[in-house]
T-cell receptor
């Protein structure tokens, strides 16, 4: 069974701090990794995607991928109260045309003013 | 602007009723998905479709069926609704056959209550 694991939280950080969210995955052949943000009562929306080992930065968000350790993380710099949400890690599970994503249960983040 | 729409935001049904949830995407995506999301259980895949009239079971297909007669539309059917099918239902679509970095887009969700 292919798995994606996240710490459920809640992770609580003060406004302006760095929030660090972590995700591990079991399928060594996984190639593509995604971070989605989900506000309460809303549907998930994509924050970052990453394919290569190393860091990928987009504004205040940085995704970090280490395929050898089967580990992907999301850093949020200068955290804002509007970042308070659940963050879902997703890993592409299948090769080929009918690609599915394998989802973690999510980490709840609370940014305190 | 990409869009996935779902037929209802909120739905209340009686036990035993047949329930249709419809999803439409305007991005010409090959892949479409139906999930349910429950507190503590995360997103669970019910069914997905990778082409018109093609479907595959996900992790929890029991009690559900699907239909994809046109590329843009993917319907989820609860043949005989039960109270344990009370949940948030999320439809999603994704381009197929590419690099693997294609975004999966979600609809707004349908919150279904079965009484």
């Amino acid at each position: 069974q292919k798995e994606v694991e996240q710490n459920s939280g809640p992770l609580s950080v003060p406004e302006g701090a760095i929030a660090s969210l972590n995700c591990t995955y079991s399928d060594r052949v996984s190639q593509s990794f995604f971070w989605y943000r989900q506000y309460s009562g809303k549907s998930p929306e994509l924050i970052m995607s990453i394919y290569s080992n190393g860091d990928k930065e987009d504004g205040r968000f940085t995704a970090q991928l280490n395929k050898a350790s089967q580990y992907v993380s999301l850093l949020i710099r200068d955290s804002q109260p509007s970042d308070s949400a659940t963050y879902l890690c997703a890993v592409e599970g299948n090769a080929g045309n009918n690609r599915k994503l394998i989802w973690g249960l999510g980490t709840s983040l609370a940014v305190n003013p | 602007d990409v869009k996935v729409t779902q037929s209802s935001r909120y739905l209340v049904k009686r036990t035993g009723e047949k329930v249709f949830l419809e999803c439409v995407q305007d991005m010409d995506h090959e892949n479409m998905f139906w999930y349910r999301q429950d507190p503590g259980l995360g997103l669970r895949l019910i069914y997905f479709s990778y082409d018109v009239k093609m479907k595959e079971k996900g992790d929890i297909p029991e009690g559900y069926s699907v239909s994809r007669e046109k590329k843009e539309r993917f319907s989820l059917i609860l043949e005989s609704a039960s109270t344990n099918q009370t949940s948030m239902y999320l439809c999603a679509s994704r381009q197929g056959g590419g690099s693997g970095l294609e975004t999966q887009y979600f609809g707004p969700g349908t919150r279904l209550l079965v009484l």
